[in-house]
């Protein structure tokens, strides 16, 4: 059976950033793409206008083919 999962990245008008396999991690990588950051205080992230979060989510996963893959923003 094949296991496929969710990647994220966040895109900004001028970057896209890279697919990370959780969206915690997405996150955290963000601010070097210039598309939010972390808040220190509450640990909530802060996208700045105009970010968007793509979300990479599997179509289908059937057992002995690959997972196809379907970009969905979110």
Same mark, same amino acid.
């Given at each position: 059976?094949?296991?496929v999962m969710q990647r994220y990245r966040f895109i900004t008008p001028h970057r896209t950033g890279k697919w990370y @396999?959780?969206?915690d991690t997405a996150k955290r990588f963000a601010c070097e793409i210039g598309a939010g950051f972390l808040d220190s205080r509450t640990g909530r992230f802060v996208a700045y206008v105009g970010t968007r979060l793509e979300v990479m989510k599997p179509r289908s996963a059937? @057992?002995?083919h @690959?997972?196809?893959l379907q970009k969905a923003p979110a």
């Open positions: 059976m094949t296991i @396999p959780d969206l059937k @057992p002995g @690959p997972a196809d």
